[in-house]
């Protein structure tokens, strides 16, 4: 077996809902389609795929914990610091807590989802990492 690309993303969420207006009305990621079947809840959304992450409603009380698990799940938005710098202030806007890291070939802001669920979006600033590939693993608190 070879892996060729990853596939796609499911996070456990309380409210399917809330989180599709999160993650559809704040970061602008299309719907690709619901069920609610069966008890079971769910949003695809789509990045040019059949669907590149979607949310499953777990109910009220059981969102996910601290702990082994999913640390996060990250999001390219292009290639300039005024893209960045355009997200943060959507993001702000929108009410939430950002935390700007520089990671040296990209620059990342790392927040939280209704649930808890970590998000990161960054841009790609340098390919440096094609032939230094240790610079990838650089992190500190970046001033915006």
Request: a negative charge; zero cysteines; proline letters at 6%.
């Amino acid at each position: 077996m070879k892996i060729k690309a990853l596939g796609h993303v499911v996070l456990r969420v309380a409210d399917r809902d809330r989180a599709e207006a999160f993650y559809n009305g704040v970061l602008g990621l299309p719907v690709a389609a619901r069920l609610d079947q069966g008890g079971l809840k769910m949003a695809f959304f789509t990045l040019g795929n059949h669907h590149d992450l979607a949310v499953m409603e777990a109910g009220p009380g059981r969102a996910p914990t601290a702990g082994p698990g999913l640390h996060h799940v990250a999001f390219n938005i292009g290639t300039t610091m005024e893209e960045l710098h355009e997200a943060k202030a959507r993001l702000e806007a929108a009410g939430l807590r950002v935390a700007p890291v520089d990671h040296d070939v990209t620059k990342s802001l790392y927040f939280e989802d209704p649930d808890g669920n970590g998000v990161e979006v960054y841009v790609d600033v340098s390919d440096a990492w094609k032939t230094d590939p240790q610079r990838i693993a650089g992190a500190k608190p970046m001033a915006m």
